[in-house]
């Protein structure tokens, strides 16, 4: 019904930036929530950023001052700008939004398939 489809990953040097992005498309009539979520190998899945429907925004700390997410509402994207990124922020990233589908009660999450970050010399 609703697909999250993530461009933007890829190799990066330690001190660099990169840009995700997530386009939802499908039967949407309300995106309550948006964030982004980030595994690295053995570790658990934790959020990174994200919107609540109020508008505000979360940040781990370990992200914080170096990452901003924001959002296009018109278009159904929500962004991810890494800067200063260190090797500690590999991991798959996913994409997360909280989607009422057309005809539906309640949110329901969505997710990307996963985008690889990696931040190695």
């Known amino acids: 019904q609703v697909q999250l489809v993530e461009s933007g990953g890829g190799l990066v040097q330690p001190g660099g930036s990169l840009r995700l992005s997530c386009a939802a498309s499908g039967s949407i009539f309300t995106i309550y929530g948006m964030g982004w979520y980030r595994q690295a190998p053995g570790k658990q899945r934790e959020l990174v950023a994200g919107?609540?429907?109020?508008?505000?925004?979360k940040y781990a700390d370990s992200v914080k001052g170096r990452f901003t997410i924001s959002r296009d509402n018109a278009k159904n994207m929500v962004y991810l700008q890494m800067n200063s990124l260190k090797p500690e922020d590999t991991a798959v990233y996913y994409c997360q939004m909280v989607v009422t589908v057309k005809g539906g009660f309640g949110g329901t999450d969505y997710w990307g398939q996963g985008t690889q970050v990696t931040v190695s010399l």
């Open positions: 919107f609540t429907s109020a508008g505000s925004t």
